[in-house]
């Protein structure tokens, strides 16, 4: 298992609901159990974990005409209560302690939020307890709320410098075709570099998850251009966990990292795009200059045009003369300042290098 010091598991709604809804206990054991052989090997795990609204549904059903926001929000109160006193009773069997951490996608926005949940995920694993993020539905809101928990724990892996995301579902990974279609395979391995396999997705989403089988795959592409091993698998598989990070090889679909580090203030900026607060349209030669060899920062004097009401420090969109999006930004400047000086010499980048995230 020495392959990872640290990784992030993310168990979907679909792995821990049994057919008729309620927390399957059976199947949270087992995997209660693969995480602390894993543990007990040295490897630090952060458990990103769904299940809190489906938990809750089962427990109280509620009359139809109630709206589907008041609803998860009902529900997720509930569940939250049962699922995370599972895992308590579980782990406590085998001696570990194990955290609840609740978070909102608001809480990545601003880079001193970001920091701070950073600061203590990392304070927990120092000690030895075992974070289990979710996200927090009883207060999210649907323009507010993550895709799935797909997303979260790539945000999560991400900010915490995880070696390998481990995504589980009810399925083995990713098909070369409709998974019921006959002679349909998974496909076993996606270079990070390889966006073609995406037509192979199906749209449809299953069981009681939120997300699908295209956010999973849009984040494991987002990840692996990290430089983190990604794995989509079926998590109703036993030992599956034990034989990914033991590097058996198993039924599953893995991302092959490009082997790029990126620094944590670009992590931030990589997955900052429902953050942003303006766009900034650039001319074809500042294009040019941001996608060269040598690193360069965005100066206004090859701004064309900026939209939006930002101060200096909030995240900004990069998009071309024709309106592809190109990566994201931290501004130096307000809207009102840019909007000045565009198209001219300033003392400083709009952008700085360091503070910028381009997409490839």
């Not at 941001?290 to 900026?306: K, M, P, Q, R, V």
């Amino acid at each position: 298992m020495q392959q990872y010091k640290r990784i992030a598991v993310k168990i979907g709604s679909n792995v821990l609901a049994g057919v008729d809804g309620s927390l399957d206990q059976s199947r949270i054991q087992h995997l209660v159990e693969q995480i602390q052989t894993i543990k007990n090997e040295g490897v630090e795990v952060i458990l990103v974990s769904s299940g809190a609204v489906a938990a809750g549904r089962s427990v109280l059903p509620v009359e139809s005409k109630m709206d589907t926001v008041s609803a998860r929000q009902l529900w997720s109160a509930i569940g939250q209560v049962k699922l995370i006193n599972s895992y308590s009773d579980l782990f406590e069997k085998y001696n570990v302690t194990c955290a609840q951490v609740l978070t909102t996608k608001e809480n990545f926005s601003d880079r001193r939020h970001y920091l701070n949940m950073k600061n203590c995920i990392s304070t927990m694993l120092e000690h030895k307890v075992l974070p289990i993020v979710n996200e927090n539905d009883t207060i999210s809101v649907s323009e507010l709320m993550f895709t799935d928990n797909d997303e979260l724990s790539g945000l999560i892996s991400s900010m915490m410098n995880c070696e390998a995301l481990i995504i589980l579902s009810n399925v083995d990974g990713i098909f070369n075709g409709n998974p019921t279609a006959e002679g349909v395979k998974v496909i076993r391995e996606i270079k990070a570099s390889d966006k073609s396999k995406e037509t192979h997705i199906q749209s449809n989403k299953s069981g009681f998850g939120r997300g699908g089988m295209l956010t999973k795959y849009n984040v494991a592409h987002k990840i692996a251009r990290e430089g983190i091993d990604v794995f989509i698998a079926n998590g109703k598989q036993d030992g599956i966990l034990l034989n990914i990070v033991e590097g058996k090889d198993v039924l599953s679909t893995k991302f092959i990292p490009n082997g790029k580090k990126l620094k944590s203030s670009k992590k931030w900026l990589a997955h900052s795009e429902s953050f942003a607060k303006g766009v900034v349209v650039i001319n074809e030669g500042a294009k040019k200059a941001l996608f060269d060899i040598n690193a360069n920062s965005l100066l206004l004097i090859g701004a064309i045009e900026i939209n939006g009401f930002f101060k200096s420090g909030d995240i900004i969109s990069i998009k071309d003369e024709k309106g592809k999006h190109l990566g994201m930004g931290k501004s130096q400047y307000d809207s009102d300042e840019a909007h000045t000086l565009i198209g001219q010499k300033a003392r400083k980048p709009l952008i700085y290098y360091d503070y910028m995230f381009l997409n490839e």
